[in-house]
């Protein structure tokens, strides 16, 4: 649907763990052929039941520059 939608400038991915965005990423460039914006979550896991995140961050600021084609930002 967004691949033919003119309007459609771009499409992303939300609150993913950090280890699923990068083929989260791919699949949308490769169903859409548009720029992706990615917005991860931290990696931790949500507990539903406490209402609290638990585990470690696995996310790094490396990552903010992971994929970025010099020129489309």
């Known amino acids: 649907?967004?691949?033919e939608a003119e309007e459609v400038i771009a499409v992303g991915v939300n609150c993913r763990a950090p280890e699923d965005a990068?083929?989260?990423?791919?699949?949308?460039?490769?169903?859409?052929?548009?720029p992706v914006v990615v917005h991860?979550?931290?990696g931790e896991s949500w507990d539903a039941e406490a209402r609290v995140w638990e585990g470690r961050s696995t996310?790094?600021?490396a990552r903010t520059t992971a994929g970025?084609?010099?020129?489309?930002?």
Do not use: I, L, W
Not at 68 to 73: D, F, L
């Open 59 to 61: 996310f790094t600021a």
């Open 22 to 34: 990068d083929p989260a990423v791919e699949t949308a460039v490769r169903s859409t052929g548009k």
């Open 68 to 73: 970025v084609t010099p020129g489309r930002g």
């Open 1 to 3: 649907m967004a691949a």
């Open 40 to 42: 991860p979550h931290s």
